[in-house]
């Protein structure tokens, strides 16, 4: 290859490397979830890129990227209750940079906004809403004092563009004479409750055997009232037939069958006083055999 081809190569190389060169200095990809912060000669501009290509103008403008995804962290916070026991507590946030707070995080506060910014804010807030509760309310009332807290961290970042998305306590820690004194508690509450459910079941018992009781004597007297009732229903129907009876024979009653049932039941001698009224009845037969 002659010199003239060798130089005509190593030309077009250099003006390739040049365009590959001017090309990347007059663009720029942001990612995915990102907004790109323009520097201009390194002042911070307004203007932001969104996700994406762009062009820029060469050597004089970079981008920086700042992340809007949602990011999380955990961060160990220690606090004293009303009544001044000590707290250790894990606190989880999820959290996001808004797109169009990014230039002014950028120039303000710069990437480790995190640090710089959301943990002390996290902290403080817990020392503060933790100090209103008593350290046994803290657990009974959980949820609202994560509630709390997360209002007061969203109150102190919000300004800068920090949105919260999630917040828990994800764990408290107190000292072990408060864990004892607890467990003690729960423990004499479960007596209580337990002396309680037996003694209502000794009332309940006691209520159903009344109960049983009563309903045995209800039945008893029912039945010895029926049984009365039945009784008295006999002897009045008896009563009635005899009257009934006693009716019907007077009614036929009359002077012949008296004197026919004198005669039926007479044994042939005479008695030795008759009075007058007794001889008009009797009537005696005066043929001879």
Known sequence: MSGKAIAGLIITG?????????????????????TGVKLWLGEVQEETFEEGFHFKTPFLCTVVEMDNKIQKIEVEANATSRDLQNIDSTLSINYHLAPEASANMYRNVGINYSDTLLQPAVQEAAKNVMAQYRAEELITARSKVGSEIQTEISNKVNEYGIVLDKFNITNFTFSKAFDEAIEQKLVAEQNKIKAQTENEQRVAAAEADAAEAKARAEGDAESARIKAEGEAEAIKAKADAEAEAN????????????????????????????????????IIDTRKD
Do not use: F, H, R
């Open 14 to 34: 250099i003006i390739a490397l040049i365009a590959l060169i001017t090309m990347v200095a007059t663009s720029t990809i942001v990612d995915a979830g990102c």
């Open 247 to 282: 009716k019907k024979i007077n009614a036929s009653l009359n002077n012949d069958l008296l004197t026919y049932k004198q005669i039926e039941a007479w044994d042939g001698k005479y008695p030795e006083v008759m009075s007058g009224s007794d001889s008009g009845n009797l």
